[in-house]
């Protein structure tokens, strides 16, 4: 044989081998299209925020609204950084907890990395019937500030205050609440109380009008580990609306009044808000009541420099309840924060724990299941707090800190929620009960 003909065998050959090659090897699939991959996984998981009004920075309802953020979710997703969600998983399991699988991650990524193509409109589910400016749906009640308020460019703003009369004749039960500004950027927080009919609490004040209440004080500490009076629902960045189970509810009795609490901080242009609160009755009486009480501490001094100061609270059960959702609470030094519980057996259970606490994004961390507290059970919170200079968030890092309502100031509150039988007294949950912890009864 020739060399000639040897090389062309060769040449068959090798081109034979290459042809079964190509044939028998899968064809490289087809890059995730927004229509048909990507929607989807932003509807399940991102819409929530990310549409017009609420506190996404952006809306992704449309492919043109997402497309020029591809690049960027793809990092965020791969880093963690969203969904925001800062649980440590291996402590607790949530009914709320946002996360995407990795086959999410990577379809979002692939995505990006293809150069974000739109897809075929026909592979477009229905859009999500989002109600506007609501996430607990059309409220069947609507309460709002009775006057906007007028924020400056710049200075500091004491916690206004606004008692807005109910007008309730008969007792109400509350399925779903949501408090909400109408101008986020402006607002740090709102929380709106429930005053009972012969409280005390403010009773010199005119309903309808703002007004400055000054911090009560004891002899030891603020008076921070006693609410003024049913805390209904409350509002930060990040902060999901109060929504139920079927057969749970919150109370506001007859002739009840909500009072506004709002804490206004400038942000350099002059601009004013009008926050308003919808409710959503139970459609029959239920079974258990919930009430939102906290563990909290008000005597820390956090010394100068210190990177890791601890800060502990708790609260002890004075009847058997159930345990239905966890709310830490910190300004910008909070660094991280834990929630156990202690059985009156000694047994104890490390329920939540948040490692990077996030002060911009306040999540409730809403248990999967409630868990069953024995009279004498003590929720436990231990919170560590940065006030040295590596912190970015730190507002000055030579400075003792100590409890106070400014974002400067610091605060460490264990919010939770209590699940109850609805004929129970609410002051079975108090140990001493003449003088309840969590509920004011002035």
Same mark, same amino acid.
């Given at each position: 044989?020739? *060399?000639?003909?040897?090389?062309?065998?060769?040449?068959?050959?090798?081109?034979?081998?290459?042809?079964?090659?190509?044939? +028998?090897?899968?064809? %490289?699939?087809?890059?995730?299209?927004?229509?048909?991959?990507?929607?989807?996984?932003?509807?399940?998981?991102?819409?929530?925020?990310?549409?017009?009004?609420?506190?996404?920075?952006?809306?992704?309802?449309?492919?043109?609204?997402?497309?020029?953020? /591809?690049?960027?979710?793809?990092?965020?997703?791969? $880093?963690?950084?969203?969904?925001?969600?800062?649980?440590?998983?291996?402590? *607790?399991?949530?009914?709320?907890?946002?996360?995407?699988?990795?086959?999410?991650?990577? $379809?979002?990524?692939?995505?990006?990395?293809?150069?974000?193509?739109?897809?075929?409109?026909?592979?477009?589910?229905?859009?999500?019937?989002?109600?506007?400016?609501?996430?607990?749906?059309?409220?069947? #009640?609507?309460?709002?500030?009775?006057?906007?308020?007028?924020?400056?460019?710049?200075?500091?703003?004491?916690?206004?205050?606004?008692?807005?009369?109910? *007008?309730?004749?008969?007792?109400?039960?509350?399925?779903?609440?949501?408090?909400?500004?109408?101008?986020?950027?402006?607002?740090?927080?709102?929380?709106?109380?429930?005053?009972?009919?012969?409280?005390?609490?403010?009773?010199?004040?005119?309903?309808?009008?703002?007004?400055?209440?000054?911090?009560?004080?004891?002899?030891?500490?603020?008076?921070?580990? /006693?609410?003024?009076?049913?805390?209904?629902?409350?509002?930060?960045?990040?902060?999901?609306?109060?929504?139920?189970?079927?057969?749970?509810?919150?109370?506001?009795?007859?002739?009840?009044?909500?009072?506004?609490?709002?804490?206004?901080?400038?942000?350099?242009?002059?601009?004013?808000?009008?926050?308003?609160?919808?409710?959503?009755?139970?459609?029959?009486?239920?079974?258990?009541?919930?009430?939102?009480?906290?563990?909290?501490?008000?005597?820390?001094?956090?010394?100068?420099?210190?990177?890791?100061?601890?800060?502990?609270?708790?609260?002890?059960? *004075?009847?058997?309840?159930?345990?239905?959702?966890?709310?830490?609470?910190?300004?910008?030094?909070?660094?991280?924060?834990?929630?156990?519980?202690?059985?009156?057996?000694?047994?104890?259970?490390?329920?939540?724990?948040? %490692?990077?606490?996030?002060?911009?994004?306040?999540?409730?961390?809403?248990?999967?299941?409630?868990?069953? #507290?024995?009279?004498?059970?003590?929720?436990?919170?231990?919170?560590?707090?940065?006030?040295?200079? +590596?912190?970015?968030?730190? /507002?000055?890092?030579?400075?003792?800190?100590?409890?106070?309502?400014?974002?400067?100031?610091?605060?460490?509150?264990?919010?939770?929620?209590?699940?109850?039988?609805?004929?129970?007294?609410?002051?079975?949950?108090?140990?001493?009960?003449?003088?309840?912890?969590?509920?004011?009864?002035?």
């Amino acid at each position: 044989m020739n *060399g000639r003909l040897l090389f062309t065998l060769v040449l068959l050959l090798s081109a034979a081998l290459s042809f079964g090659q190509s044939t +028998s090897s899968p064809a %490289p699939s087809a890059a995730p299209t927004f229509t048909r991959d990507v929607a989807p996984i932003l509807q399940r998981n991102c819409q929530v925020c990310h549409r017009q009004g609420e506190a996404g920075p952006f809306s992704m309802l449309t492919y043109e609204q997402t497309r020029p953020w /591809a690049m960027a979710m793809k990092l965020d997703v791969q $880093t963690g950084k969203m969904p925001p969600w800062f649980a440590d998983a291996r402590y *607790g399991k949530f009914s709320n907890a946002m996360s995407l699988s990795p086959s999410e991650i990577e $379809t979002l990524a692939k995505w990006a990395d293809a150069g974000a193509p739109k897809g075929d409109p026909k592979d477009m589910p229905p859009p999500v019937e989002w109600v506007e400016g609501w996430g607990i749906g059309k409220p069947d #009640l609507v309460y709002e500030l009775p006057v906007p308020f007028d924020v400056p460019a710049s200075g500091v703003i004491d916690y206004q205050h606004v008692i807005v009369p109910t *007008g309730f004749t008969e007792d109400r039960w509350i399925q779903a609440a949501e408090v909400r500004p109408t101008e986020r950027t402006i607002v740090h927080h709102i929380i709106a109380f429930v005053r009972e009919p012969g409280s005390n609490w403010f009773r010199e004040q005119k309903p309808g009008v703002f007004f400055t209440a000054p911090q009560v004080k004891t002899k030891e500490q603020p008076d921070t580990s /006693a609410l003024p009076s049913d805390f209904l629902v409350g509002y930060a960045p990040g902060q999901p609306p109060e929504i139920l189970r079927p057969g749970q509810a919150k109370l506001i009795k007859a002739g009840s009044d909500i009072i506004f609490q709002v804490h206004y901080t400038p942000h350099g242009h002059a601009t004013r808000d009008q926050s308003r609160l919808g409710i959503i009755f139970a459609k029959e009486l239920p079974k258990e009541r919930v009430l939102t009480l906290s563990a909290t501490n008000g005597t820390f001094k956090i010394p100068p420099g210190h990177p890791n100061y601890r800060v502990d609270a708790s609260f002890e059960v *004075g009847t058997d309840v159930k345990l239905s959702g966890l709310h830490p609470h910190m300004h910008g030094r909070g660094k991280d924060f834990e929630y156990r519980v202690l059985y009156p057996s000694g047994e104890s259970k490390k329920l939540l724990s948040v %490692p990077h606490y996030d002060w911009h994004w306040q999540n409730w961390y809403n248990l999967e299941e409630p868990i069953v #507290l024995p009279k004498g059970t003590k929720i436990e919170c231990t919170a560590h707090f940065d006030n040295s200079p +590596s912190n970015p968030e730190n /507002a000055d890092a030579t400075k003792e800190v100590t409890w106070g309502e400014q974002s400067w100031d610091e605060m460490m509150v264990g919010f939770f929620n209590l699940v109850f039988d609805a004929k129970m007294p609410v002051e079975n949950l108090f140990l001493d009960r003449k003088n309840p912890s969590g509920v004011a009864r002035n």
